[in-house]
């Protein structure tokens, strides 16, 4: 089977790359004002992620409330509480930021576009991924900062509930808002253009990527990460989403699901957002030298999640009637 390399994690290692030669770009005392087109940037990502919302895809899909309980489970609640089994282990400070990068890579919301993409290649129930993966996003925004101030406090930046939410919403909430609203005008014509807004989407986040870790760079906060430890963080982000997308299939399993319900469990409950994780840990953790770190297992499990879907989902396409557990 031929594995088709995505252009956009070849473009994330490539900003990472710059990030670590030139890292003074994304610095505070460069007077390029990269804070405020990111800033700019997130709240348009989310205003035209508003007007792409179809309402009538979106009422397909919310009857199946069972499937929708177990996917938002796994995204909110199992993901977290695995990560939580692992805290009595951390003994110093630097399994401390891991844990706690874990743990914000746990908390996030599912991933919309792979995860509706990959499911309609599998033949999956379309409807009801476009409703999870649309409605974990703005779950998200309310959850994952609950989640997170239960520990960032204990890390290197201020926790301000009030300050975090007044962000969320200038920059999330209002946008989708907004977009709704003018779906109905102009829905059809960000639809039409949809590659370019993803292009768009995209670039935001490489720009973010980029000012993460050249802040990381800057403070030579990598220098205490080694090959045995990048190893090591690959071999866990494996490992929870090989438990993570076994145990949806096993409770869909348990669930009475169909193979298209299956299908939809697996793949949106065990996805996670790259364009969520770096809006939310701009927010959360604002500027703290650490962040690269913080969104290392993330990028880790973004490549690997895209992977081995996709290479579920070819298998799949090719079967009449596919099974994906044992």
Request: proline fraction near 3%.
């Amino acid at each position: 089977m031929k594995i088709k390399i995505d252009g956009f994690i070849v473009s994330v290692v490539a900003v990472i790359c710059i990030a670590y030669f030139f890292p003074a770009w994304g610095t505070h005392e460069n007077k390029f004002p990269i804070n405020t087109i990111s800033a700019i940037g997130i709240s348009l990502i989310f205003f035209f992620y508003g007007l792409k919302l179809s309402p009538s895809k979106l009422k397909a899909g919310v009857k199946n409330w069972k499937l929708h309980l177990l996917v938002q489970s796994s995204t909110f609640f199992i993901f977290p509480l695995l990560i939580l089994l692992c805290r009595p282990l951390i003994q110093n400070e630097e399994q401390e930021i891991i844990w706690l990068a874990f743990f914000f890579l746990a908390a996030l919301p599912s991933t919309v576009s792979s995860s509706v993409v990959m499911v309609s290649i599998a033949k999956g129930n379309i409807p009801s991924a476009i409703f999870n993966a649309s409605i974990s996003g703005i779950i998200g925004v309310v959850l994952t900062p609950l989640w997170m101030g239960l520990f960032v406090h204990n890390a290197q930046t201020d926790f301000n509930f009030i300050d975090i939410y007044i962000k969320l919403i200038v920059q999330i909430i209002l946008p989708v808002i907004v977009g709704s609203i003018l779906q109905r005008f102009f829905g059809e014509f960000a639809r039409k253009h949809g590659k370019l807004l993803t292009l768009f989407d995209k670039s935001v986040i490489l720009l973010i990527i980029y000012k993460s870790f050249a802040a990381s760079f800057d403070e030579n906060i990598f220098n205490s990460v080694s090959i045995y430890d990048l190893l090591m963080l690959v071999t866990a982000v494996l490992a929870l989403f090989t438990i993570l997308f076994f145990l949806t299939g096993f409770l869909a399993k348990k669930m009475k699901f169909n193979t298209e319900d299956q299908i939809t469990a697996q793949f949106c409950g065990t996805k996670k957002s790259l364009v969520h994780g770096t809006v939310f840990s701009k927010i959360i953790f604002g500027n703290i030298a650490t962040i690269g770190i913080i969104l290392l297992p993330l990028m880790l499990f973004h490549a690997l999640q895209l992977l081995i879907i996709s290479m579920v989902a070819s298998k799949l396409s090719m079967k009449n009637i596919p099974k994906l557990t044992s």
